[in-house]
């Protein structure tokens, strides 16, 4: 199964995670974020960038490979709306921050699928580079990426 991540190209090829709060993960604790398309990827990169850097900056996708074999622990979407319904606003990051967290701790898999805020039927796969089976998992390629400028917010 291939991941797609979308980056700068100084950080196409980097393994580490940066320790920045996100959606899935608190400051401090460190997990890499990929989508499980290429379009999907693209789009969570849309909404987390602002516009003017999207078409100044130099990107590149990183496809990662997970092995077959590969344990991959899920969080479904029924699983977060026993928590809020409204699981996907930012102002409920701290029940999603959390269910990352304690999977980050609990040291289970290297691997998290979870929901796609953006689009329902969608999944993220986020690593969690402190796992023993984070070395599993492969860069296939990297490959320069470029947003179309029909992409750009109108005003």
């Known amino acids: 199964m291939y991941t797609y991540r979308i980056a700068q190209t100084k950080y196409a090829a980097d393994r580490n995670a940066s320790g920045i709060d996100g ?3 608190s400051r401090g604790r460190y997990v890499i974020y990929t989508g499980g398309s290429l379009a999907l990827s693209c789009l969570e990169k849309l ?9 100044a900056g130099d990107f590149s996708v990183t496809i990662f490979n997970l ?16 928590h809020n319904s409204q699981w996907q606003k930012v102002i409920n990051y701290p029940i999603t921050q959390a269910l990352g967290d304690a999977w980050l701790q609990g040291m289970q898999t290297a691997v998290l699928k979870v929901p796609s805020a953006i ?22 390629a990297i490959n320069k990426f470029t947003f179309d400028e029909r992409l750009r917010t109108k005003n």
């Open 119 to 140: 689009i329902e039927l969608e999944h993220n796969y986020l690593f969690n580079p402190a796992h023993p089976d984070f070395d599993r998992i492969k860069i296939a």
């Open 67 to 82: 092995p077959a074999g590969l344990a991959v622990k899920e969080i479904t979407q029924a699983d977060l709306l026993k």
């Open 23 to 25: 959606r899935w993960n």
């Open 47 to 55: 909404v987390h960038t602002a516009g003017t850097s999207l078409y």
